[in-house]
């Protein structure tokens, strides 16, 4: 079961493309949910992280990223106060 929550993770497939070889996809993902659940994929990395920490292997280090997504300003459900009729009607009059 192990193997088939990593293959699906390591190919970025959905539950459903797990090869047959592995187990039940419906299997698979039980077992996925359940560790999740109860907390052993947070253990089992922490784990990992002490003992690679521990071996030098882990370098840790810290990144930024500057990535900024807008969103068009009609994208929201937020009321502008100074919006709508009034506001286009004052418009048609100043292009006039």
């Known amino acids: 079961m192990v193997e088939g929550i990593i293959y699906r993770y390591r190919c970025r497939i959905a539950w459903r493309d797990v090869p047959e070889g592995l187990g039940s996809w419906q299997t698979i993902w039980t077992w996925h949910r359940r560790m999740a659940g109860d907390g052993t994929w947070d253990t089992v990395l922490q784990r990992l992280l002490t003992a690679a920490d521990a071996a030098g292997l882990v370098g840790w280090s810290a990144a930024g990223d500057?990535?900024?997504?807008?969103?068009?300003?009609?994208?929201?459900?937020?009321?502008?106060?100074?919006?709508?009729?009034?506001e286009l009607h004052g418009s048609t009059r100043r292009a006039a």
Not at 66 to 86: D, E, L, Y
Request: aromatic share 4%; no cysteine.
């Open 66 to 86: 500057s990535t900024i997504a807008r969103a068009h300003q009609h994208a929201t459900n937020i009321t502008r106060p100074s919006g709508g009729w009034v």
